[in-house]
């Protein structure tokens, strides 16, 4: 009695389990943004810094092979904003009317131009959609503002590394050509001992 009674039990239970399995599976809703491009990719576009155009380099684009991206906020962007500039604050940039728009342009074979409040600002848009696998887009380095009622765009020059730090730090941690660091030295300290005072006095 008590054995067909732990075998319910474990039919029960068996049952249980693979339904939970099954919701689960059915319930499942795969992500609709997966990440393509891993870190080590993404590091070495941050290093070239090939991402970014100056104004210049902007004005030398025929307006065909681009749309420029406004990723401030909405407000912002109303009160004034780079001619023919499209706005998509950052925060919204995933949302299916945008991410169709980016698609758009990518099928279209235009370059995607992002500015904002700053280039660091508008290098985040870059950065999720990079990592997404959009390759068709850039930053624009300029830092946009407004005074007395008037819209300014200035430029902001931003360097690119004399040096490549991505190889510095490989030729560092590699042991071609390169001593080994000396192991430390370990001191030894020797300590007296203090001879132990003999009880005074006596009977």
Not at 46 to 69: G, N, T
Not at 150 to 175: H, R
């Amino acid at each position: 009695m008590k054995e067909l009674e732990k075998t319910k039990r474990i039919s029960i239970s068996a049952t249980l389990f693979l339904l939970i399995i099954l919701i689960g599976f059915l319930t499942y809703k795969r992500p609709k943004h997966v990440f393509k491009n891993n870190s080590e990719s993404v590091l070495k576009e941050i290093v070239k810094k090939d991402y970014i155009l100056s104004a210049k380099q902007l004005e030398s684009m025929s307006p065909d092979e681009y749309a420029l991206i406004d990723v401030r906020s909405n407000f912002e962007y109303e009160k004034s904003h780079i001619k023919d500039a499209v706005n998509i604050p950052y925060s919204q940039i995933l949302e299916d009317k945008n991410m169709d728009f980016i698609n758009s342009l990518k099928g279209d074979n235009k370059t995607a131009v992002f500015y904002g409040e700053h280039p660091d600002i508008a290098s985040n848009a870059w950065l999720l959609l990079y990592q997404l696998g959009y390759n068709n887009i850039k930053v624009l380095s300029v830092k946009p503002r407004f005074e007395d009622n008037k819209f300014y765009v200035d430029n902001v020059e931003i360097e690119k590394p004399a040096v490549n730090y991505a190889e510095e730090m490989k030729k560092a941690t590699s042991t071609s050509g390169i001593a080994e660091k000396p192991k430390p030295v370990k001191k030894v300290i020797t300590v007296k001992k203090k001879k132990k005072r003999v009880a005074e006095g006596g009977c």
